[in-house]
C-alpha cells in the first residue's frame, strides 16, 4: 500500500486528480471506477477545470459507480445518478452513456446487481478505482461484515452510515436502508485503487485500513490484499498512524513519483 500524506483536504483532492488525468493520459480508454459522496467534490471540480484547461478527456473512458440506493430512480434529487451528472458527467467529454450505475429503481434489484457485475466483467474489469472511505471502514456501501469476496449485490446501511449521508436528504428518515454496491471482491479485481479520506472523523477507520488485521470488520483493510493501492490522506485523516513517519520519509509531503 502506498501511503501518501498530504498537509490538508485540497493538496489530498488535488493529488487524485492528478493520479487520474496521468492514468487518461497514459491510457486514454480506461474504464473507472467511481465514487459519490462529499469528499468526491473536490476530486470532480478538478477533473472539470482540468478538462476546460484542456488538460485532460473522458472521450474515450468509461466508468462504473461503485453504488445506488435501492428505491431512488435517475432523476431522484439524492440519488447518485444526478450526484454524477452534476458533479461531473455533465460537464466533461464522457460520451452520453459512457457513465454507468446501478439502477436503484430496477422492479428486481437483485437481477440489476448481477447484470451489473456482469457489466463490470464484460468491460474487462475497472482499470482505476476511485474509493472514499466510510467512517465505519465501508468502501463502496460494503459495511463491516461484508464477505472479502463479494460481489455486486444489495447491501443492508448501517445506522451509522444512514446518519452520515442525512446530510444529503431533507429529513434522516429518507435515506434508502439499502443499497446496490459493488462488492469487495469487484474492487480487488480492479487493476489500481486510489482511496482518498480526510479529515479527523475518518482517522481510526484509516489506521484500521492500513494498520490493522486484514478482517472483515473494517471492509476497507481488503485493500492490504491488493497489488497496487494508493491512499491518499490528509494530516487529520493521518493522525492514528503508528507509522506515520516512516510513509513521510517514503513520500515526503505526499510526494509521488507516478504523478
Ligand atoms: C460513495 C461510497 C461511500 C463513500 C463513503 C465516504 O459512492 O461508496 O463508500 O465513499 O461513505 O463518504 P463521504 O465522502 O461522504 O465521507
Not at 483532492?13 to 474504464?31: E, K, Q, Y
Not at 473512458?61 to 440506493?69: G, I, K, P, V, W
Not at 497489488?227 to 498512524?241: C, F, M, N, S
Request: proline share 5%; hydrophobic share 45%.
Amino acid at each position: 500500500m502506498k501511503v501518501l500524506i498530504h498537509d490538508d483536504a485540497g493538496k489530498a483532492a488535488d493529488c487524485v486528480s492528478g493520479l487520474i488525468t496521468a492514468r487518461l493520459a497514459r491510457a486514454p480508454a480506461s474504464v473507472l471506477g467511481l465514487a459519490t459522496g462529499g469528499t468526491m467534490e473536490a476530486v470532480y471540480a478538478r477533473l472539470i477545470a482540468a478538462h476546460r484547461a484542456g488538460t485532460v478527456s473522458f472521450a474515450q473512458a468509461r466508468s462504473f459507480n461503485l453504488d445506488e440506493y435501492v428505491g431512488l430512480a435517475p432523476d431522484h434529487p439524492c440519488s447518485y445518478w444526478r450526484y454524477m451528472a452534476e458533479q461531473l458527467f455533465d460537464h466533461v467529454d464522457l460520451p452520453a452513456g459512457a457513465g454507468a450505475l446501478p439502477r436503484g429503481d430496477a422492479p428486481d434489484p437483485e437481477a440489476e446487481a448481477a447484470r451489473y457485475e456482469a457489466a463490470i466483467a464484460a468491460a474487462g474489469d475497472i482499470g482505476l478505482q476511485l474509493l472514499g472511505l466510510g467512517a465505519n471502514g465501508h468502501i463502496g456501501f460494503n459495511e463491516p461484515t461484508s464477505s472479502l469476496s463479494s460481489l455486486t449485490r444489495i447491501k443492508t446501511l448501517t445506522r451509522a452510515t444512514r446518519a452520515a449521508n442525512a446530510r444529503f436528504f431533507a429529513q434522516p428518515e429518507e435515506v434508502p436502508r439499502l443499497a446496490i454496491t459493488m462488492g469487495i471482491g469487484t474492487i480487488l479485481r480492479a487493476e489500481e485503487v486510489v482511496l482518498l479520506a480526510y479529515g479527523p472523523g475518518k482517522a481510526e477507520a484509516a489506521a484500521a485500513m492500513i494498520e490493522g488485521p486484514l478482517s472483515a470488520s473494517c471492509p476497507a483493510s481488503a485493500l492490504q490484499l491488493h497489488r497496487k493501492v494508493t491512499v491518499v490522506l490528509d494530516r487529520a485523516a493521518a493522525e492514528g498512524l503508528a507509522l506515520r513517519e516512516y510513509y513521510e520519509d517514503v513520500h515526503p509531503a505526499g510526494r509521488d513519483a507516478a504523478i
